[in-house]
């Protein structure tokens, strides 16, 4: 077991590796964040400017009111 995690530890590091990259570029590229399908873009997340629990929210998601 312990030959087998020392060989996938590589393999595990450059997909994460790979995912934030990924995420990275993404976000650059489009100018912003789209989370739950409301988009924010970078200017306003660096002010501090969104709102918590702004976005919005499919039917039925989340805790119950």
């Known amino acids: 077991p312990a030959a087998t ?4 530890h590589p393999i595990a590091v450059l997909l ?3 995912a934030a990259w ?3 570029v993404r976000t650059l590229v489009r100018g912003g964040v789209r989370w739950r399908g409301t988009f924010y873009d970078l200017a306003s ?5 969104v ?3 702004a976005g919005r929210r ?3 998601a989340g805790p119950a009111n």
């Not at 995690?5 to 996938?8: A, C, D, I, K, Q």
């Not at 997340?45 to 400017?49: H, M, N, S, T």
């Open 5 to 8: 995690l020392m060989l996938l």
């Open 16 to 18: 994460l590796l790979g």
């Open 22 to 24: 990924n995420s990275t």
């Open 45 to 49: 997340l660096r002010r501090g400017l």
């Open 51 to 53: 709102r918590r629990g």
């Open 58 to 60: 499919a039917a039925g």
